[in-house]
T-cell receptor, first 113, second 110 residues
Framework: EAGVVQSPRYKIIEKKQPVAFWCNPI?????LYWYRQNLGQGPELLIR????????DSQLPKDRFSAERLKGVDSTLKIQPAELGDSAVYLC???????????FGSGTRLTVV | QQQVKQSPQSLIVQKGGISIINCAYE??????FPWYQQFPGKGPALLIA?????SEKKEGRFTISFNKSAKQFSLHIMDSQPGDSATYFC?????????FGAGTRLTVKP
């Protein structure tokens, strides 16, 4: 089992530029999460998908962040335009629907300069 | 968004010692309390978890103690090893919503 795969691992961009992160969850996992982890902090939920439906996006800054999960498998998180405060690690996790066992990817470390 | 308070922020323990990390929560709707271990450059990995109808759960050197009335729970790492050096996060879940503590950076000195 490959686990949750995220790319890229690292990304450095200038402020006001767009950036996108990609996540491939564990096969069969219907629920997919995007978390943001600031330095020295715990992960904070941005959005949760059940299959292709975003069922909880209350913490997603919708003015600049967007996400999609086409066909209920892979997911992309986009920021446009990026701000300095967006520098963080963006983690993707997946689970079976109703399961409490989340599996996290290794994350994408974003640095906005 | 942080609904779970975790302490200490950092912890240094000698090899063979006991590491203790504490967490507290407010929302009584939480019904599942996992602990995650995170190494640098990796995502958090589930270590051990407990439900509120149980006061203690032990898996190897790792034990969760849970006090429902006080709304507190803690992780005890017995016989701490240098390989345990990592950041530990407590979390609390209701439904599919999981909230994390701020993390404890544990260093086990040889």
């Amino acid at each position: 089992e490959a686990g949750v795969v995220q790319s890229p691992r690292y990304k450095i961009i200038e402020k006001k530029q767009p950036v996108a992160f990609w996540c491939n969850p564990i096969s069969g996992h219907n629920t997919l999460y995007w978390y943001r982890q600031n330095l020295g902090q715990g992960p904070e939920l941005l959005i949760r998908y059940e299959n292709e439906e975003a069922v909880d996006d209350s913490q997603l800054p919708k003015d600049r962040f967007s996400a999609e999960r086409l066909k209920g498998v892979d997911s992309t998180l986009k920021i446009q335009p990026a701000e300095l405060g967006d520098s963080a690690v963006y983690l993707c996790a997946s689970s079976l629907t109703g399961s409490r066992g989340y599996t996290f990817g290794s994350g994408t470390r974003l640095t906005v300069v | 968004q942080q609904q779970v308070k975790q302490s200490p922020q950092s912890l240094i323990v000698q090899k063979g010692g006991i590491s203790i990390i504490n967490c507290a929560y407010e929302n009584t709707a939480f019904d599942y309390f996992p602990w995650y271990q995170q190494f640098p450059g990796k995502g958090p990995a589930l270590l051990i978890a407990i439900r509120p109808d149980v006061s203690e759960k032990k898996e190897g050197r790792f034990t969760i103690s849970f006090n429902k009335s006080a709304k507190q729970f803690s992780l005890h790492i017995m016989d701490s090893q240098p390989g345990d050096s990592a950041t530990y996060f407590c979390a609390a879940t209701w439904g599919n919503d999981m909230r994390f503590g701020a993390g404890t950076r544990l260093t086990v000195k040889p």
